[in-house]
């Protein structure tokens, strides 16, 4: 496909191109021709009866540009043909494009997904450096980074806040929290919350009891 009948294509407003795919398309590993020729399948339906005569008419493209098409798609996994027969027993092929859907939403799930990551460890460094008071330097920061890929980050925070409770600012021991935690069964900051108030019920009732001495044989109050 020439890249004037592109132009054509695209200004007959046959095919309508969503934003997001247009965005995202070159992580497929596709050309701008294949990404035009699926959009235009797009708009046909997830499945539909293969006619290459039809479509070459309707692109302007020769059906052998047709065939090379979808057979480059098929190829990376982006569309399905499927053999069946239709009503008179003649056998039919049709094409499904569901996998394009798929890939273009695990697309954009990885992206939401590092996206969040990054939020959070952005969230834990402005925590961990507002508890400390000061800025964090490279290696601590690999520690945290760490952290990020082995624990919750509410976890992170709950052993953060419980080495400052502690008067520590130190990296270190906070991973010796996070590992002693993790040992324990700790994943989770509701986790947390249960052990210390478990940890705090224990140590108050091992506090021994304060019992008031009193000489009553010894009383200075004379009657």
């Known amino acids: 496909m020439k890249q004037k009948q592109l132009v054509s294509l695209l200004e007959s407003k046959n095919i309508v191109v969503p934003l997001l795919f247009f ?6 590993n596709i050309s701008l021709e294949e990404f035009i020729f699926l959009m235009y399948l797009k708009d046909k339906g997830n499945t539909f009866t293969f006619d290459p005569k039809s479509m070459s008419e309707e692109l302007g493209i020769s059906i052998k540009d047709i065939l090379v098409l979808i057979s480059s798609l098929t190829d990376k996994k982006l569309l399905l043909i499927d053999t069946f027969k239709n009503d008179k027993g003649i056998g039919e092929e049709k094409v499904d494009i569901s996998l394009f859907y798929e890939k273009i939403a695990s697309i954009i799930s990885d992206e939401v997904i590092k996206d969040n990551e990054e939020m959070l460890d952005t969230s834990i460094f402005s925590t961990i450096e507002k508890e400390f008071g000061r800025t964090l330097n490279s290696s601590e920061i690999e520690f945290i980074k760490a952290w990020a890929s082995s ?25 010796k929290i996070l590992y002693e935690w993790d040992k324990k069964g ?14 705090n019920k224990e140590i108050k009732e091992k506090e021994p009891v304060e019992v008031f001495d009193y000489d009553w044989f010894d009383d200075d109050d004379d009657e």
């Open 23 to 28: 965005k995202e398309y070159k992580k497929l």
């Open 186 to 199: 700790i994943k989770t900051s509701e986790d947390v919350r249960h052990f210390l108030n478990n940890k």
């Open 151 to 175: 624990f919750d980050s509410g976890v992170i925070i709950e052993a953060v806040k419980e080495a400052v409770l502690n008067g520590v600012s130190s990296i270190r021991y906070i991973d």
